[in-house]
């Protein structure tokens, strides 16, 4: 994309830094962090025979760095604008010593902004923040607008995959993603999205969820053929 094709920068809704940082961790956002950093003015650094994937709000970091470690042979992009949880990951990559981790602190639709076309085989959105007060449901990352984003980086057969263990969110993203022409809905069966993705880690906040009663669904989006 052009320069002049980039939007004007968003408002990020959401607190963006919690309960101070612990020293080890203060230093891995001052030194490991820069390392790491996707730098959205210059090209994505792409290898032609590795597979990209993209998780939007990793939260602390528990699924991407069990998938980075997993599948190593896989770059993985990780956008989080919570500091708190940059430092978790940050946490986990040094003491992993996993190398297939680039990282972007901010808004996800400004990289994805940044991105080349059809360059990702996967994006992960899980337990994004539901917004579920009704005047703020605008701010909910499931829009019209980012579905378009997502549609363009996401190659032909590619996946969206989405997890919540809210109702109204679920109700939400598959009105929206049904309606959206790049996407088809992989379900055939109620199985389908009660039961987690073959590999899946559970994260802190899913473990929540599931004591205090709520359980999740795991939704799955294939990016149609143009």
Same mark, same amino acid.
């Given at each position: ?20 940082? %612990?020293?080890? &961790?203060? /230093?891995?956002?001052?030194? $490991? ?6 730098? =959205? #003015? ?59 981790? %680039?990282?972007? &602190?901010? /808004?996800?639709?400004?990289? $994805? ?6 360059? =990702? #085989? ?105």
């Amino acid at each position: 994309m052009t320069e002049e094709a980039h939007p004007p920068r968003r408002r990020l809704y959401g607190r963006s830094k919690g309960k101070a940082l %612990r020293p080890h &961790q203060t /230093d891995l956002i001052a030194t $490991l962090l820069p390392r790491l950093a996707l730098d =959205l #003015s210059q090209p994505l650094p792409l290898r032609p025979d590795h597979e990209t994937r993209l998780e939007i709000g990793f939260g602390g970091g528990e699924h991407l760095i069990e998938a980075a470690a997993r599948e190593p042979q896989v770059d993985f992009l990780g956008c989080e604008p919570f500091v708190n949880g940059m430092a978790k990951l940050l946490s986990r990559i040094a003491a992993r010593g996993v190398d297939n981790i %680039r990282l972007y &602190q901010g /808004d996800a639709a400004e990289a $994805l902004d940044r991105l080349p076309d059809a360059c =990702l #085989s996967k994006v992960y959105l899980f337990y994004p923040d539901p917004w579920p007060k009704r005047r703020h449901r605008k701010r909910r990352f499931v829009s019209e607008e980012n579905l378009a984003r997502l549609a363009r980086v996401l190659r032909p057969g590619g996946e969206l995959r989405f997890a919540t263990d809210i109702d109204d969110y679920a109700a939400w993203t598959l009105a929206r993603l049904r309606a959206c022409d790049a996407f088809r809905w992989r379900a055939q069966s109620a199985e389908d999205w009660r039961t987690p993705w073959e590999g899946w880690t559970q994260t802190k906040y899913e473990a929540k969820a599931m004591a205090a009663g709520r359980r999740p669904v795991y939704l799955t989006f294939i990016r149609k053929a143009d």
